[in-house]
């Protein structure tokens, strides 16, 4: 099956799920920073088997009813970016890092700046966690859906604890 997506209400405002095949490809908010154009979404669908259970595990998840995603997922960026998204990934629900823990992590010469252009580049926000990314001092930066929306995931997975999201807080 070809490129298509759905337009789905979340108590983080209208999502657009994007899937290529029998995977997800993307998952990107009304005004997300770097938003491909809506010709890149191929076909709006009125139902789609994959594209409804992304919606309805995006929204249990968001409803602090899972932790994760089952779902097969297709990334193509470079391989600074997919190693940053692999290691998104292993993430613990609950836990952030920061962007140069990330790099540090990794390996990798470039600095945190250069991981944080990786982890900006994610088209599968909330699929790959990288709101979990935090800055340095453990507090909010950049987000693509932006800081609010950042916010509440976090406190979303603190609440599991039941405790609110701090700066600082679970930083590896």
């Known amino acids: 099956m070809t490129t298509r997506h759905i337009v789905a209400d979340t ?14 490809t993307g ?20 139902a789609d088997p994959l594209l409804d259970e992304a919606a309805r595990q995006i929204r249990a998840y968001l409803a602090g009813e899972r932790r994760g995603f089952d779902l097969p997922l297709a990334t193509a960026g470079d391989a600074v970016q997919e190693a940053v998204w692999a290691a998104l990934r292993e993430l613990p629900y609950g836990t952030t890092t920061t962007y140069g823990a990330l790099a540090e992590r990794l390996g990798f010469v470039t600095s945190a700046w250069g991981v944080g252009q990786a982890v900006g580049a994610n088209p599968l926000c909330v699929l790959i966690p990288c709101h979990r990314v935090v800055g340095s001092n453990g507090t909010l930066t950049g987000y693509a859906g932006g800081l609010r929306r950042k916010r509440v995931l976090l406190d979303i997975e ?13 930083a590896a």
């Open 11 to 24: 108590v983080l405002g209208e999502l657009t799920l994007v899937a290529g095949g029998g995977a997800m």
């Open 27 to 46: 998952v990107y908010f009304r005004h997300h920073a770097r938003r491909p154009a809506e010709a890149a979404f191929g076909e709006r669908v009125a």
């Open 158 to 170: 603190a609440a599991a604890d039941g405790e609110p999201w701090l700066p600082g807080m679970g």
